[in-house]
């Protein structure tokens, strides 16, 4: 079935060090990929995402590229902040109609000051 | 984006009580509306799928007699707890997605806790 995988939590870095959160996808068809961020207490923000293969998502500093030779879709960030701490989300929907998503685990970040 | 609107945010009911979630489409007509459950340091669950003006799907092993969802207008979802036990406590969260949408739009969550 159609699922996502990202690398268990938590990261934990410095401030102003390099992120990768890997996830990798199954899925029938071609879905489209997201991102989506959690801070404590609140609920799921959109981060960014990718509607085809090669697309590149970016936003505050985070990107992720949709490639379907591997089937993954890493977020990366040159540069983290404190203010980076939440928990990511990756997760995909299948474009055969509706906004049915489904979830990986979610990997939880701490950044030090 | 577009905006989903939850409410409340945090409610604490008793145990055998109900409690009832809004969730609300601002600015768009929601033809699909989600609800998920998320528990501590986890991912979010989906319960079940409600379309406007029909009965909701509900995952396998989620009690629709339970967890009654109304998905009466374009704007509107409701999920009601019935009965609740302190099991239930979690945080739930809808999400809507309308026929201009490219994509499902989150509510802000809400916390139940069931004393």
């Known amino acids: 079935g159609d699922s996502v995988t990202q690398m268990e939590g938590p990261v934990t870095l410095s401030e102003e060090a390099f992120l990768t959160i890997n996830c990798t996808y199954t899925?029938?068809?071609?879905?489209?990929l997201f991102w989506y961020v959690q801070y404590p207490g609140e609920g799921l923000q959109l981060l960014l995402k990718?509607?085809?293969?090669?697309d590149k998502g970016s936003n505050k500093g985070f990107e992720a590229t949709y490639r379907k030779e591997t089937t993954s879709f890493h977020l990366e960030k040159g540069s983290v902040q404190v203010s980076d701490s939440a928990v990511y989300f990756c997760?995909?929907?299948?474009?055969?109609?509706?906004?049915?998503?489904?979830f990986g685990a979610g990997t939880r970040l701490f950044v030090k000051a | 984006g577009a905006v989903v609107s939850q409410h409340p945010s945090r409610v604490i009911c008793k145990s055998g009580t109900s409690v009832k979630i809004e969730c609300r489409s601002l600015?768009?007509?929601?033809?699909?509306m989600f609800w998920y459950r998320q528990f501590p340091k986890q991912s979010l669950m989906l319960m079940a799928t409600?379309?406007?003006?029909?009965?909701?799907?509900?995952e396998q092993g989620v009690e629709k007699d339970k967890f009654l969802i109304n998905h009466a207008s374009l704007t509107l979802s409701t999920l009601t707890v019935t009965s609740a036990h302190p099991e239930d406590s979690s945080f739930y969260i809808c999400?809507?997605?309308?026929?201009?949408?490219?994509?499902?739009?989150f509510g802000q969550g809400t916390r139940l806790t069931v004393v």
């Open positions: 999400s809507a997605g309308g026929r201009r949408n490219t994509e499902a739009f």
């Open positions: 899925a029938t068809g071609y879905p489209s």
């Open positions: 990718a509607t085809k293969a090669d």
């Open positions: 997760a995909l929907r299948l474009n055969t109609g509706g906004f049915k998503t489904i």
């Open positions: 600015d768009f007509q929601a033809t699909t």
């Open positions: 409600s379309n406007e003006g029909s009965k909701a799907t509900y």
